[in-house]
């Protein structure tokens, strides 16, 4: 590979070092040079550029600036204006005073070059320094686990305006991009209502018949696109990526239809048009699109009783230090402990460092969970989900499974081996005779079929009756009071630095905001372990100096 040339700024000019030393020493801009080095980025990042051309500006000088932003959780514009106008950031970029060449739409574009794949590898560069100095690998390290949850930057809507934004964005997409196809489609596909608001104070009858004619606008916009008139006009667009991308919108929008709409009469029973209604909320799939700019959000629990509408973040953490080792944005709907092996196997790959203990909440001690994790020879802490019966009878911890007799024996003694396999939950269904319940004088509080009492056991009951069992001692107790301390840092990254309510959308942008995230969090554990301290600046050194406010008499 060609060796790339990157813009410098050369030497710094005397006025230069005039003005940057009369600035007093930053607590924390004037410590990270000492313990972390930026330049891998410019080896990491050269493929994105070619060696002809104008030099393009360093990749690490650019990293320190996304460093600066997610540090501040600046916007780009305010990102902007600070190293124009903000002495200390331009001393730790190594940039001259009068320095004023980036702008807020070059951060956005050097942000969607890299991509979030080139951001985890320079978060895992920081996280490979912190390891070559110490701060985290030690064969009794405990790593621990946890997820936070975001909320969209999107607005909440109807069907009605889902719909609207879906047809909103086909249509202003092929305006924008492919005049010829859109006069076509003006011409060909006149649409008439799909911008009409749909009023809380509307008679009910008049919103039944907007909404059919929004949803029958949208069918024919998405049948003209794949009509024989259409097509050839459409298959000859030149640009790749914008017809590509129309392709996606119109997927959109045909999801938002079927996932909202339902059809009264689909093949018009003689009348001039079909008709829809909108669906229930209950009948609505649970996995359904919340904005049709945001397509990949979706809504989850927090609790049984909160929900949120955007993402979750998952966080590895190392407790020696603090360290975040991996973090991960998921869907909001996705459970929490689907994500535990692969992000515990990736830095094992990658590190080769095993931790003593991997500690979680209830969502990640799963059966299937503490199996893989034992394998890979690693202890997994982490609550026991209590099983409840939904009936209200009797609970399964009520009756005792042998495992060397593979029996169950009910709490009156009586005991069946006959079991059917349940594939979706991995375990067995452990049948009791019907004509045995019956004759038990538990019946009425144990069950209410007829057919006897069921009882699941686990594939994985074993291993969840030892986890049970080490909750139970001293240092199982200790494991999971431990847990606790990844709060902290959900709390520094959600709060302190804005993924809380990110600015982004799509949860590639999530990804890469999540990562750098990461890396500013252990930049600063980073500083605060290794770099030598700074004596904070007072404008009066001296005590008596101080102007004192005036008290007032009693």
């Known amino acids: 590979m060609a060796h790339i040339q990157y813009k410098t700024f050369g030497q710094l000019t005397l006025s230069d070092y005039e003005v940057f030393s009369s600035v007093p020493a930053h607590p924390f801009w004037s410590r990270v040079e000492e313990v972390v080095d930026f330049s891998f980025a410019d080896q990491l990042c050269a493929p994105l550029y070619s060696t002809k051309g104008q030099r393009p500006y360093a990749p690490s000088l650019k990293l320190k600036i996304h460093f600066v932003q997610r540090y501040h959780n600046y916007s780009d514009r305010e990102m902007e204006e600070a190293i124009l106008y903000h002495l200390h950031l331009k001393r730790f970029l190594g940039v001259?005073?009068?320095?004023?060449?980036?702008?807020?739409?070059?951060?956005?574009?050097?942000?969607?070059?890299?991509?979030?794949?080139?951001?985890?590898?320079?978060?895992?560069?920081?996280?490979?320094?912190?390891?070559?100095?110490?701060?985290?690998?030690?064969?009794?390290?405990?790593?621990?686990?946890?997820?936070?949850?975001?909320?969209?930057?999107?607005?909440?809507?109807?069907?009605?305006?889902?719909?609207?934004?879906?047809?909103?964005?086909?249509?202003?997409?092929?305006?924008?991009?492919?005049?010829?196809?859109?006069?076509?489609?003006?011409q060909g596909c006149p649409l008439k209502s799909f911008l009409k608001?749909?009023?809380?104070?509307?008679?009910?009858?008049?919103?039944?018949?907007?909404?059919?004619?929004?949803?029958?606008?949208?069918?024919?916009?998405?049948?003209?696109?794949?009509?024989?008139?259409?097509?050839?006009?459409?298959?000859?667009?030149?640009?790749?990526?914008?017809?590509?991308?129309?392709?996606?919108?119109?997927?959109?929008?045909?999801?938002?239809?079927?996932?909202?709409?339902?059809?009264?009469?689909?093949?018009?029973?003689?009348?001039?048009?079909?008709?829809?209604?909108?669906?229930?909320?209950?009948?609505?799939?649970?996995?359904?699109?919340?904005?049709?700019?945001?397509?990949?959000?979706?809504?989850?629990?927090?609790?049984?009783?909160?929900?949120?509408?955007?993402d979750k973040i998952q966080v590895l953490e190392s407790r020696q230090n603090g360290l975040i080792l991996n973090t991960e944005p998921i869907p909001g709907n996705e459970w929490d402990g689907d994500r535990l092996v692969p992000m515990v196997e990736e830095m094992v790959s990658r590190y080769h460092v095993l931790p003593k203990q991997v500690i979680g909440d209830t969502a990640y001690g799963t059966g299937g969970n503490r199996q893989k994790i034992k394998e890979m020879q690693i202890l997994l802490s982490a609550p026991i989900q209590r099983s409840t019966n939904p009936t209200g009878l009797l609970e399964s911890n009520w009756f005792v499974y042998d495992p060397s007799m593979d029996e169950v024996t009910c709490p009156l003694g009586y005991s069946t081996s006959k079991k059917v396999r349940n594939n979706k939950n991995q375990g067995y269904q452990f049948k009791f005779q019907g004509e045995t319940c019956q004759a038990c004088p538990l019946f009425d509080q144990c069950t209410t079929n007829e057919k006897g009492r069921t009882v699941f056991i686990s594939d994985f009951y074993e291993i969840m009756e030892q986890g049970k069992s080490y909750n139970q001692t001293d240092e199982g107790k200790n494991a999971l009071r431990a847990r606790y301390d990844v709060e902290r840092t959900n709390h520094e990254a959600a709060n302190h630095h804005g993924l809380r309510k990110p600015r982004t959308r799509g949860r590639e942008s999530l990804r890469i905001t999540s990562k750098l995230t990461a890396m500013v969090i252990n930049v600063k554990i980073m500083v605060k372990k290794l770099a030598e301290s700074i004596q904070p600046f007072y404008r009066y050194k001296n005590c008596e100096n101080r102007v004192k406010a005036p008290v007032c008499p009693n």
């Open 197 to 310: 608001r749909l009023s809380d104070q509307a008679p009910e009858g008049d919103r039944l018949v907007l909404f059919s004619r929004l949803a029958v606008e949208g069918y024919s916009l998405l049948h003209w696109l794949e009509s024989e008139r259409a097509k050839p006009l459409f298959w000859a667009w030149e640009n790749d990526k914008q017809q590509l991308r129309c392709l996606e919108l119109q997927g959109i929008l045909y999801q938002i239809l079927q996932e909202n709409t339902k059809p009264v009469n689909p093949y018009g029973d003689g009348q001039a048009q079909p008709q829809y209604k909108e669906l229930p909320k209950k009948e609505k799939p649970t996995d359904r699109i919340r904005s049709a700019y945001d397509p990949e959000v979706r809504g989850g629990h927090k609790t049984k009783s909160m929900t949120f509408t955007g």
């Open 96 to 186: 001259p005073v009068s320095f004023n060449g980036f702008d807020h739409s070059t951060l956005g574009l050097d942000r969607d070059r890299m991509g979030s794949d080139l951001f985890d590898a320079c978060h895992h560069h920081i996280l490979s320094q912190a390891l070559a100095k110490g701060l985290w690998g030690k064969e009794d390290d405990r790593w621990l686990i946890d997820s936070f949850h975001t909320y969209a930057n999107i607005a909440k809507v109807g069907s009605y305006r889902l719909i609207q934004q879906g047809i909103l964005q086909i249509i202003q997409h092929i305006k924008r991009t492919y005049s010829k196809l859109y006069t076509h489609l003006s």
